[in-house]
């Protein structure tokens, strides 16, 4: 079984626990490693935690936030969590959303960077700047780790994401945008 590891809040952004349960509890520790498993619908090689979009877990809760307001994959993480917590035996956690605060790429794991990586997505700088937060800087080429690259639309495959090429290699890629 797989031990999932709680993001790193950054920006003064804690968990928001409903303090029930301390979060090392046996049954914290196992709604995590079924959450590990769920991955994001639009990307795969991503899990709900890897992504940050899981801001809190408790045994009477799971804490959600997506990734922008009107992101069309919620109800279906809503669903795929609601799945492998019945699934897991955990039918009486509720699952709640929240807009408040909203997701930041800052939220997604180094795991999780590091999947998108391989996945063929370059993942956005971890504390991105104001110039990055418009995809200004230059990304990594997630092929050949170039930083010879450049924007060719602001809409990637899904609406999270941009389309850039590399120079270096010629290939286009997906770069998560970065908020």
Not at 64 to 90: K, M, N, S, V
Not at 152 to 158: A, E, K, L, P
């Amino acid at each position: 079984m797989v031990t999932a590891q709680a993001p790193a809040w950054t920006a003064g952004v804690p968990p928001a626990s409903d303090g029930a349960i301390d979060a090392a509890s046996p049954a914290v520790q196992a709604v995590r490693a079924l959450l590990a498993n769920v991955p994001d619908p639009e990307i795969p090689a991503v899990s709900v935690i890897d992504l940050g979009i899981v801001r809190d877990v408790s045994a009477l809760r799971v804490l959600i936030t997506p990734t922008y307001t009107g992101c069309p994959a919620t109800l279906a993480i809503e669903q795929a969590i609601r799945a492998a917590l019945d699934g897991g035996g955990f039918a009486d956690v509720a699952i709640e959303t929240t807009l408040s605060p909203p997701w930041s790429t800052d939220w997604i794991s180094d795991r999780g960077r590091e999947k998108l990586r391989a996945y063929g997505i370059a993942p956005p700088p971890k504390g991105a700047a104001a110039a990055s937060l418009k995809n200004q800087a230059p990304a990594e080429c997630p092929r050949c780790g170039s930083s010879e690259t450049e924007e060719i639309s602001r809409f990637g495959s899904t609406p999270c994401k941009a389309l850039w090429r590399c120079t270096a290699c010629a290939e286009p890629f997906d770069r998560f945008k970065c908020h």
